[in-house]
Each structure stands twice: as structure tokens, then as C-alpha cells.
């Protein structure tokens, strides 16, 4: 088993939520739109993910468990 | 389904301007009767959002809910119109559409990053700690004008490179843009046109003075008139109509929302409570109490630049289209128990900035100034309630504020 997470770029328009709830797993470029820093999420930060996942409002972040 | 297999939607409610309920006309129609001055005007946005989450009406098609408003904030065939802003020619970005549009934002994003914002908060934090230096001794102070006023204004000059000086004039030109004593929405677009020409001249004016003085200066302005994209620049109408809506759209905006957070926060102690013992709460905390406060309640005019449809609704081309943000931001299918607010709300995928491609290109300055203005706030004075005698006067215009904010504290 294991998580990842991916942004949707054509979504993302930059509201800046992921890292900003999620800042071990994602980033702001200069445009203040989401990269994704870290796409694997270990346990400890499942939480973040999900977090980011449904705090964005475009619904660009998806966690992908497999 | 219609005989051609067709989705139709069954929630479309039809009404004519003159059967709507002032709440509806104070939202889609920014009519200021006042029906939604009030503490809490969630219920009414949410019974208006329950009994016609789509309205046609005879301008066009207003949305309420969450996932109609997003799919309309991404649909490029649904483009702002030219209107209440004070100008004849579109402003910059929000009322131009397209490849255009993402060209300017290419341009702007940068500019207003969040790591760039970041940087400003020692500057905020003391600005603030002045302004409360002028009312810390007295116990008691009207907030909106002491505080959440003056606030974004002066980083609003700051940041741009205009004089403190222009303050009263920037703020006077705004207000008679967006609320003159005009009765019609014709008579107010003539008001409005006139204080447009009036701030462009005097931007005109600031921006010939840097010309003159020759020199570089680490502010907006500066990165405006030496901006380089495919060997073009920016010519003076522009640099001079995207400050015009920059003063339009960076001063009440943060006012508002500074006005909203501080209110609730003195009528729910608790909260305040929470949040002055542990600080690292406030960001979330504001979050929530924008989403449910929507100090900017929706996206104003747009119109559909085509024919097209949102998620079934069809919409013809030329017609207006009406996003409200304050209701989608209640919408039980995104957020649970939306008429609460709850500090340690996880998912809160609120639309306080708007959704889509013209969304809010200030938002990360907005946050940087809301979180380190409240926090230097309660450091300095973390007890204040609404004062005794007094009340809060809300107001719900083109945003919602608590215009009268009588605060008291422990005197310093």
C-alpha cells in the first residue's frame, strides 16, 4: 500500500491552499500556483494530504492510494 | 431529461426583478436596502440558496451553489463585463478575458506570490503596533476607522510607491465608484466615470513625477513601468488602469475582511480565547470565519462572452451572470454543518477569494495582511469586547463589514 499526491494543473489556480495546510508535501512556485515537493506521503503525513486534498477549492489536489 | 435525452435541471427558478425578496435583490442586484445589514445574514443567504439555487431573472442567470459557481469560475466563456468600476475601457485583470487575461496574470501572479507577501509581515506587524499605539491607552476604540481602514490603505501605498498623502484621496475616489448617492444603476455609472477620470489623472500624475525623478524604486509602480514581455512593455493607460483597479479592489476588500474577523472574534470570546493562547490557530481560524463571514459576498457582473452552459444550465451569450460566493460558502454539499463555524474546520474549501481564472489576485496579500494585523492585535491587546451601550453596525454593500465596530479593552 501506498499514497501519493498529484495537482491537476489545468485546476490549480492558485488559492494557495495545499501548502499552505500541506507544506511538507507541497510548495508554491512564483506564481503562487501548488508544485507538488513531495508526491509520496508516509504515515505521519497522510493527515496534511487528505487536509490538502479537501481544502482545495478547484479540486486540483487528488490522494492517490494504491 | 427532455425527448432528446437533454440534462435539463428541475432547480432553475425563473423571477422578475421586482418579485424578488430584498435579501435576493441586496445579493444579485447589490440593491442597498439593508435587508442584509444585520449580524448574521447566513440564514437569509442560505434559505435564498435552498429555495432557488439557480435564478433566471431579466438580466441574466445568478448561481448559489458551491459546485454550479465553481464550474462557472472556470468556464472561459464566461467573461466580466465592462461596468461599475469607473471606467470605459476594461480594467486589468479582471474584466478582460481570454489569452489576454492570462497574459496579464502571467505578468501579476509574480508579483503578489505568497513567499513575496511573506516578506511583508514585519512591515504589517508594525504598522499595526503604531495604529494601536494610538488607542492602546484609551480602553476603548471604534475599530473600522482606527484600524481596519487605515491599515490597508498605507501597505496599499507602500507597496504601490505612492505618498501616504493620497490616502483620503484614493479612498474618497473608491468610495464614489463603488457606492455613490446615485438612485439608478445608470446615474451611478455616470458618478462613477467621473471619480474614474479624476484617480486615473492623479495616477497619471505619480506616475509622470517617477518619470521625472529618473530613479529606481523597489515598489509596484516601478515594476509596472519596466515590465518586459516579447520585448513589449506596459504603456501608461495600462500601468495606469490596473492601478485603478488595484485601488478599487485592494482597499475595502482587506477593510471588510479585517472588519468581519474582529467582530466575530469580540462576540465569540471563546474563540478569541483559543486563538490569543495559541496563535498558530489564527490562520485557520480566519480561514473559517472567511468563509463564513464572505466579507466579499460575490463576483458582481459577468457575462457570458458566448453562448454556453454551467453543469445544464444553458446560457446565452450577452447575458449576465451572478456568482455568490457567501452562499456557496454555505452550501451543506461542500461543508458540513456550514452555519457553524468551527475553528478546526478540516476541508474548508471556501470561495471567500472567488473560484477560477480571475481568482483573487490579491489573496495571498490579503492573508499575510489579515493574519499578521489580528495577531499583532491580540498581542497587544488580547481581551476586547463589543463596548457596553454600543452596538456593531453591519453593512452589506458590494462587501459586507462591520462599519461600526465599538470595541473595549483593558486600558494600557
Same mark, same amino acid.
Given at each position: ?8 494543473? *489545468? ?20 506564481? $503562487? ?8 506521503? !508516509? ?14 477549492? /478547484? ?8 | ?16 426583478? /421586482? ?37 433566471? &431573472? ?6 448559489? $451553489? ?38 496579464? +496574470? ?56 505612492? !505618498? ?33 477620470? /479624476? ?13 521625472? /525623478? ?54 465569540? !470570546? ?35 462572452? +458566448? ?10 451569450? $450577452? ?5 455568490? &460566493? ?29 473560484? $477560477? ?32 451601550? *454600543? ?14 465596530? !465599538? ?6
Amino acid at each position: 500500500m501506498s499514497m501519493r499526491v498529484d495537482i491537476d494543473t *489545468d485546476r490549480c489556480n492558485g488559492h494557495g491552499r495545499c501548502y499552505d495546510v500541506a507544506p511538507d508535501l507541497f510548495d508554491a512556485d512564483d506564481d $503562487g500556483r501548488g508544485v507538488v515537493v513531495r508526491a509520496d506521503v !508516509p504515515p505521519e503525513l497522510v493527515e496534511q494530504a487528505r487536509r490538502a486534498e479537501g481544502g482545495c477549492p /478547484e479540486r486540483a489536489i487528488t490522494v492517490i492510494d494504491s | 431529461m427532455t425527448t432528446r435525452g437533454e440534462f435539463v435541471r428541475d432547480d432553475v427558478v425563473e423571477v422578475r426583478l /421586482e418579485d424578488m425578496s430584498p435579501e435576493l435583490r441586496a445579493l444579485i442586484a447589490y440593491e442597498p436596502n439593508g435587508a442584509l445589514d444585520v449580524e448574521v445574514p447566513q440564514t437569509a443567504i442560505d434559505e435564498v440558496r435552498q429555495t432557488m439555487p439557480v435564478v433566471r &431573472w431579466e438580466m441574466g442567470v445568478g448561481f448559489f $451553489g458551491m459546485d454550479d459557481i465553481v464550474a462557472a469560475g472556470r468556464n472561459p466563456d464566461i467573461g466580466s463585463v465592462v461596468m461599475g468600476m469607473g471606467s470605459e475601457d476594461p480594467l486589468i485583470p479582471l474584466q478582460i478575458d481570454g489569452d489576454l487575461h492570462r497574459h496579464y +496574470r502571467k505578468l501579476l501572479d509574480p508579483l503578489f506570490a505568497p513567499k513575496k507577501m511573506a516578506a511583508l509581515e514585519p512591515d504589517i506587524r508594525k504598522l499595526a503596533d503604531e495604529l494601536i499605539d494610538g488607542f492602546v491607552g484609551d480602553g476603548h476604540v471604534e475599530l473600522h476607522d482606527a484600524f481596519c481602514v487605515p491599515l490597508p490603505s498605507t501597505i496599499f501605498l507602500r507597496i504601490f510607491g505612492l !505618498p501616504l498623502e493620497d490616502a483620503p484621496f484614493l479612498i474618497s475616489m473608491k468610495d464614489r465608484i463603488l457606492k455613490n448617492e446615485a438612485t439608478t444603476r445608470e446615474e451611478a455609472e455616470v458618478i462613477g466615470q467621473a471619480a474614474g477620470r /479624476e484617480l486615473r489623472e492623479h495616477l497619471q500624475t505619480r506616475l509622470d513625477e517617477r518619470r521625472v /525623478e529618473g530613479a529606481r524604486h523597489d515598489d509596484l509602480l516601478d515594476q509596472f513601468m519596466h515590465f518586459q514581455v516579447d520585448g513589449h512593455g506596459l504603456d501608461d493607460r495600462e500601468v495606469v488602469n490596473i492601478m485603478q483597479l488595484f485601488t478599487i479592489a485592494g482597499l475595502d476588500t482587506v477593510t471588510s475582511s479585517l472588519s468581519c474577523i474582529v467582530a466575530w472574534l469580540a462576540t465569540h !470570546p471563546d474563540v478569541r480565547r483559543q486563538v490569543v493562547a495559541e496563535p498558530d490557530r489564527l490562520p485557520d481560524a480566519i480561514e473559517e470565519i472567511m468563509r463564513f463571514e464572505s466579507p466579499v459576498p460575490s463576483s458582481g457582473a459577468r457575462t457570458a462572452i +458566448r453562448d454556453t452552459e454551467v453543469n445544464g444550465v444553458p446560457i446565452k451569450q $450577452g447575458e449576465m451572470v451572478y456568482l455568490c &460566493w457567501a452562499s456557496a460558502n454555505l452550501d451543506p454539499a461542500t461543508f458540513d454543518h456550514p452555519l457553524e463555524a468551527h475553528l478546526d474546520r478540516v476541508d474548508n474549501r471556501h470561495i471567500a477569494f472567488a473560484a $477560477g481564472i480571475h481568482r483573487c489576485l490579491g489573496s495571498h496579500l490579503a492573508r499575510a495582511e489579515l493574519r499578521a494585523a489580528v495577531d499583532q492585535l491580540h498581542r497587544r491587546i488580547p481581551d476586547y469586547w463589543v463596548s457596553e451601550g *454600543d452596538q456593531i453596525q453591519y453593512e452589506f454593500a458590494g462587501v459586507r463589514q462591520a462599519l461600526h465596530l !465599538p470595541l473595549s479593552f483593558t486600558a494600557a
